[in-house]
């Protein structure tokens, strides 16, 4: 039963991760919502011990790999996002839905500039504002990942 719930979830990550690398025109590419950071962040909010952040460093990994990142940058990130959500599950669950995507929001926020400052410190980019573009719209799609992964959790109950 454990193996299998740990397999939904793997699942759900991994579509997650194809949300991510799949190819958009390049006019919607700065609006790309985070889809695994946010998936990452549901999970550990709804069973924050079948998620740790050992799995989001993982993933981060996988990230990393699939998309030609600097090894460890999205490790990194996700991991530190991860421990901030699963310290704070208990608080966090009981926010209405749009106090929690303001705290998505600012998750998602502190995830693009910890981005940024690293790959300026690896790579010498330079900010710029279109980097904060994902914040507003994985704001905003927040609302559709909880309800669709809550539904999804309490269909195979996942515990």
């Not at 952040?53 to 981060?60: D, K, L, P, S, Y």
């Not at 030609?68 to 009981?94: E, H, W």
Request: with cysteine.
């Amino acid at each position: 039963m454990n193996s299998r719930h740990s397999l939904l979830i793997a699942i759900s990550i991994f579509f997650a991760l194809v949300m991510a690398l799949m190819p958009l025109p390049i006019s919607f590419e700065p609006y790309r919502p985070d889809w695994v950071l946010m998936v990452l962040m549901y999970w550990s909010l709804a069973v924050p011990h079948r998620l740790n952040i050992g799995t989001a460093w993982v993933v981060g990994l996988l990230m990393d790999l699939a998309s030609g990142s600097p090894l460890g940058v999205n490790s990194l990130t996700y991991s530190v996002c991860i421990f901030i959500t699963a310290s704070n599950f208990q608080k966090i669950r009981n926010f209405s839905l749009w106090q929690q995507s303001i705290l998505i929001a600012l998750f998602l926020t502190l995830y693009h500039l910890m981005q940024f400052w690293l790959n300026h410190f690896l790579m010498g980019v330079y900010f710029s504002p279109h980097y904060m573009w994902p914040v507003l719209t994985g704001m905003l799609c927040w609302w559709w990942i909880f309800l669709i992964l809550r539904k999804y959790r309490r269909h195979f109950r996942i515990r």
